[in-house]
């Protein structure tokens, strides 16, 4: 079993920054590939970024390639997402999930319970 909790969402304007982190626990997260998620009402969750705990290696949508970067802490057993040049349509609960492949989220089989991101123009 592996446990994911987000925070550090919250509203900023357009342009603004905000970090988010996810604290994992578990058996066999070091294993896995971690993943962000975000999710508006009426539309399908979405990947955002992808990483992997003991790799490294990292995905990102085309929509956050260069204003957000993912990236983990192997002694804190945390992984970040920090995002920049926030524009409205980042708007969304976000949700850190883990033990998948990349940007698919019917292949995760754990899930944080989100954190809400309002980005305001």
């Known amino acids: 079993q592996v446990q994911l909790v987000e925070s550090g969402g919250g509203s900023v304007q357009a342009g603004g920054s905000l970090s988010l982190s996810c604290a994992v626990s578990?058996?066999?997260?070091?294993?896995?590939?971690m993943g962000w998620f975000r999710q508006v009402p009426a539309k399908e969750r979405e990947g955002v970024a992808s990483i992997s705990f003991s790799y490294g290696d990292i995905y990102y949508a085309d929509s956050v390639k260069g204003r957000f970067t993912i990236s983990r802490d192997s002694t804190k057993a945390t992984v970040y997402l920090q995002m920049n040049s926030l524009k409205p349509e980042d708007t969304g609960m976000y949700y850190c999930a883990a033990g998948g492949v990349g940007l698919i989220k019917n292949s995760y089989n754990y899930w944080g319970q989100g954190t809400q991101v309002t980005v305001s123009s």
């Open positions: 578990g058996d066999t997260y070091r294993r896995m590939i």
